[in-house]
């Protein structure tokens, strides 16, 4: 960008030379209207957060002004560029009187405000970009007199009223974007007619009624058509066999289609267009079978999403022709028949959904060649037979959901051999039997794990205490005996708990009261004995249920039940802790195990003057108040609580600006860390993180707002980072998504590279600019946060050391244990003192996830394979088949230059490489990274 802008500069300081030199006859006056019409353009903007305008003075002649562009003749503004430079604030008139103007280009400011009528004045006027704004107002209605514009670009604003039918008649028109707007109205059926020359038409999530005309079947050059999101009805007769350079069909959430036969019968024509990508036609009214045509679609296809409709009949066996697709998406249709074994020749597949049907039959077995897959969403049909083996063949797979069917058998042993970053086991509601078996505890990071509601019988496993992110675990509905074993205290996470409806017997542990994110304890209709635990969960008589066990006693007074006599008062518990603890013994992870159970027995002791506690509140006057941060998150509440790990809770929330000083009183978003108090690892990150953000400032850093504090409560307050972390972005497996797009939020190349180097600069500056080096000692993607305009800030400085000498420690140990593995430098695995070359390497490993969307964690590298070997073998010749596949999808849309990509690409995976390199001292510096990647990035812009 920067090249370009140097450039652009020279050719104006010649132009100007040749004009002063030749002094040739200017157009009379016009100069000046157009410098008074920039002027008060930069009148009504009151921020200017990059000083686009500090070129803007009467010293430097209005062609040099930064963003403008004059032409040479007559010195007429004919281009005015200020695209992503943070402006705020509205559109003047004026701007209508700059009459040779060609170009606007506002794209991605804050602006707001309507659109000033007198755009239509500007009669040259081929591009208009005003796409990620914030103007409101309507469109003006004669925009149609701009008969040259070719692209418009308006979306992401507050747009509403009718889309001016006079803009359907600019017949030059080519690329037609105004999604994400509330416009109403809808297409006129003669659009084909009146807009030959259409490539891409965007009109999606906005208030657009009426049918999808039939004549843009003679729009022959359109690429890309999405109306998703809109309330457009009846049936679907575009002809697209006529549309050979269709890439993407979206029409997802709209009332298309009808009940009757050949509503989807344009898919057969769909056929022809060989560049297809994607297909989406999600919450429509379709109806009737899948044509089998659908064997024939383009083989380049990589999305198909035909879910939520009424779709009957079977999935024709053909879809396994689609060799490409990554997402297969059909649920909540009225399907029937079996499940294709086909579908195994998808190679490429991540995702099959094909929940909420009727799907009968066995689940073929040979989905476990299917390696990449990493989603199964098979609830809610009825299937039979038994759960095949091969899962635990899909390393990738976090998201297994097969509950609500007919299943039978015992569970296979090594189901639990899927991903060890495996996020949700559903097995609910079928007719499964035998035992859970101890491999269990393998689900490491496993969030949510329902076995209720079938037929299971023996023990609860204890290595189920290893289990260590479970944050829902039913059970319920069972035939469960035994003990409830004390390993599950490891579980700190734990807010559901769910075993009601078994036969466990014995006590009822104490360590269910220290539990502190237990919302939610069902033991009812069991034949628990025993003392009722009185702390924590056991307070609240409506969050938990003991009713059905009939040997208890004690408890809050509400339960009514009889007063214990001593002898319940047993210890039979804790003994079972200690046999737990050496049947556990056998790696780090069981003595990071025995210590949680060590510190828990220990901890037990001074539960009375630790418990968590939002009264008695100390409140230092320059801190922000716990009653503050209380009512900014809505009393801590579930629907604002954004992240939640051992180490404590992240909530977003909404803060009265006068709370910090400023006056106006406006509310700005915040997010809120509060710190497990009962952790003490997590009590060290609170103060390490607040000692070194205290003195940091960098844009891509999170800059700290506020801190709470006192002996209960521990708590930061940032920024609010609305584009949440780089890890979702990559590997979101989050619901909202999910309900959504069904598809992991896509980054396109360059907002990789600007990630790369948001990163880079934030490292150079820690290790570099500060009078001590400081080392983060824990990048990767969950601790990188993107703010609304997709800029990267590192944040989580809780493990962050300043460059002195110290070796491991078990603090670092724990934080592999969390899952960063795959980021920690081998160096530090034999003892080697910590250094800003650590952070390279992890670095390294960042960007090359970043650019494969592969976790370097990943069960697929083992043995000698790790990420940095994978990407090794591939260059320089094989890049592009390790790739992000989803980054693809964007970057063909783009019409990009193929081998400019590829080279790119290569010199970023160099780039990574050399940065993960075994040996510290042969990885660069963070500040030649940092050149490099900048350098990539302008070569890529100009290209
Ligand atoms: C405006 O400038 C940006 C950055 O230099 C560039 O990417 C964009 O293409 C320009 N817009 C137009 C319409 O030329
Ligand atoms: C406008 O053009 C006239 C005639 O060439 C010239 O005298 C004058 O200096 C120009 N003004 C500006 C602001 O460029
Ligand atoms: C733009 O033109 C309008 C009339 O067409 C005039 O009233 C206004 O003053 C002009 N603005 C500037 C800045 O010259
Ligand atoms: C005008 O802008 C130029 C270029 O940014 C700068 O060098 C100059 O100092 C500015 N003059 C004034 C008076 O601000
Ligand atoms: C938007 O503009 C900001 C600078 O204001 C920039 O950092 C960001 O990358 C831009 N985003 C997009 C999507 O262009």
Redesign the pocket.
């Known amino acids: 960008m920067r090249a370009a802008g140097v450039n652009r500069y020279w050719t104006h300081v010649i132009s100007l030379f040749l004009i002063s030199t030749s002094a040739a006859a200017a157009a009379s006056g016009g100069n000046e209207t157009d410098q008074l019409a920039l002027l008060a353009f930069k009148a009504k903007i009151s921020d200017d957060p990059l000083g686009v305008f500090?070129?803007w003075?009467m010293?430097?002649h209005f062609c040099l002004w930064e963003g403008i562009t004059c032409n040479k003749q007559h010195q007429r503004v004919v281009s005015l560029n200020l695209s992503s430079t943070g402006l705020v604030g509205s559109l003047c008139p004026d701007i209508g009187n700059m009459s040779f103007l060609r170009e606007i280009d506002l794209y991605n400011n804050s602006l707001q405000g309507p659109i000033p009528q007198e755009v239509d004045r500007l009669f040259r006027l081929k591009v208009l970009s005003l796409g990620r704004n914030d103007l409101e107002g309507k469109i003006p209605g004669t925009i149609g007199r701009l008969k040259s514009l070719f692209f418009v670009d308006i979306s992401s604003n507050e747009l509403s009223g009718m889309i001016p039918t006079s803009i359907f008649n600019i017949s030059s028109l080519s690329s037609f974007n105004l999604a994400s707007n509330q416009l109403e109205g809808s297409i006129p059926s003669d659009i084909g007619l009146t807009l030959p020359n259409l490539k891409l038409i965007r009109l999606s999530y906005n208030k657009l009624t009426g049918s999808i005309p039939a004549s843009l079947s003679n729009v022959s050059k359109l690429q890309a058509i999405e109306f998703q999101s809109n309330n457009l009805r009846g049936p679907v007769s575009v002809d697209f066999g006529r549309l050979p350079y269709l890439q993407l069909l979206r029409l997802s959430y709209n009332n298309l289609g009808s009940g009757e036969e050949g509503n989807l019968s344009f898919l057969d024509p769909l056929t022809n267009c060989s560049r297809l990508l994607i297909l989406e036609l999600e919450s429509n009214n379709f109806q009737r079978s899948l044509p089998s045509s659908i064997a024939n679609l383009s083989t380049t296809l990589q999305i198909i999403s035909l879910a939520y409709n009424q779709i009957s009949g079977s999935i024709p066996s053909g879809i396994g022709n689609c060799i490409s697709l990554i997402l297969l998406s059909l649920q909540g249709n009225k399907l029937t028949g079996i499940i294709p074994s086909e579908i195994a020749r998808l190679g490429k597949l991540q995702r099959v959904i094909l929940s909420n049907n009727m799907l009968s039959g066995s689940i073929p077995a040979s989905i476990g060649n299917l390696s990449l897959l990493d989603e199964i969403h098979l609830e809610d049909n009825q299937l039979q037979g038994t759960i095949p083996a091969g899962f635990g063949n899909c390393p990738m797979l976090v998201f297994l959901d097969l509950s609500r069917n007919n299943l039978s058998g015992t569970i296979p042993r090594n189901l639990f051999s899927i991903s060890p970053f495996s996020v949700k086991l559903n097995l609910s509601r079928n007719h499964l039997v035998g035992s859970l078996p101890a491999a269990i505890g393998a689900l490491g990071t496993v969030v949510e794990l329902d076995v209720s509601e079938n037929e299971f019988s023996g023990f609860i496993p204890v290595e189920l205490g290893r289990c260590i992110s479970l944050s829902s675990l039913y059970m319920q509905g069972n035939f469960i005996q035994g003990y409830i074993p004390e390993s599950l205290t490891n579980l700190r996470g734990l807010q559901y708990i769910d075993f009601s409806r078994n036969k466990l017997s014995e006590n009822i542990p104490d360590f269910f009261g220290d539990l502190i994110y237990v919302e939610y304890l069902n033991l009812s209709c069991n034949n628990l004995a025993g003392k009722v635990p009185m702390i924590g969960v056991f307070s609240n008589a409506s969050a938990f249920s003991i009713v059905g066990n009939k040997k208890l006693c004690g408890g809050i007074p509400e339960l009514r039940l009889k007063k214990c006599s001593k002898k319940y008062i047993g210890t039979y518990n804790q003994i079972m802790a200690w046999v737990q603890v050496f049947i556990l013994i056998g790696s780090i992870q069981d003595l990071l195990i025995i210590s949680c159970v060590f510190m828990s027995w220990h901890r037990r002791k001074r539960r009375e003057q630790l418990r968590y506690s939002a009264s008695n509140v100390m409140i230092s006057p320059n801190k922000m108040s716990y009653e503050l941060l209380r009512q900014a998150t809505k009393g801590f509440s579930r629907t604002n609580l954004v992240s939640e790990s051992g180490f404590g809770l992240v909530y977003k929330g909404k803060l009265d600006l006068k709370y910090i000083g400023i006056p106006e009183g406006e509310k700005a978003a915040i997010a809120v860390k509060i710190f497990n108090t009962l952790n003490e690892e997590a009590a060290n990150c609170f103060i390490t993180e607040c000692e070194t953000l205290k003195n940091i400032r960098h844009r891509n850093i999170v800059r700290i707002i506020s801190t709470c504090e006192n002996h209960k409560f521990k708590a930061i307050v940032y920024d609010f980072m609305k584009n949440g972390s780089l890890e979702g972005w990559l590997h979101s497996t989050s619901k909202a998504s999910h309900d959504k797009l069904n598809m992991p939020q896509i980054l396109n190349l360059d907002t990789k590279i600007n990630i790369a180097i948001d990163v880079a600069s934030a490292l150079d500056y820690l290790h570099t600019q500060l009078a001590n080096p400081l080392i983060h000692c824990n990048l990767k993607p969950s601790n990188i946060l993107l703010d609304r305009n997709m800029t990267a800030h590192v944040s989580n400085f809780g493990l962050a050391k300043f460059n002195t000498e110290f070796s491991l420690t078990s603090q670092s140990i724990l934080t592999g244990f969390e899952g960063n593995s795959g980021y920690v430098p081998p160096e530090y695995g034999l003892g080697c003192k910590m250094t800003t070359k650590g952070d390279t390497y992890s670095f390294g490993i960042l960007l090359l996830e970043i650019l494969t969307r592969r976790k370097p964690t990943h069960r697929m590298f083992r043995g000698g394979l790790n990420l940095h070997n994978f990407v090794w073998m591939a260059m320089p010749d094989n890049v592009m088949d390790i790739i992000d596949p989803l980054m693809m999808v964007t970057a063909s849309a783009n019409e990009g230059n193929e081998k400019q990509v590829e080279e790119c690409l290569t010199r970023l995976f160099s780039i990574g490489l050399a940065c993960s390199k075994p040996s510290p001292k042969d990885r660069p510096s963070m500040l030649s990274i940092l050149h490099e990647l900048e350098s990539i990035r302008n070569s890529f812009y100009i290209n």
């Open positions: 500090s070129s003075n010293s430097l």
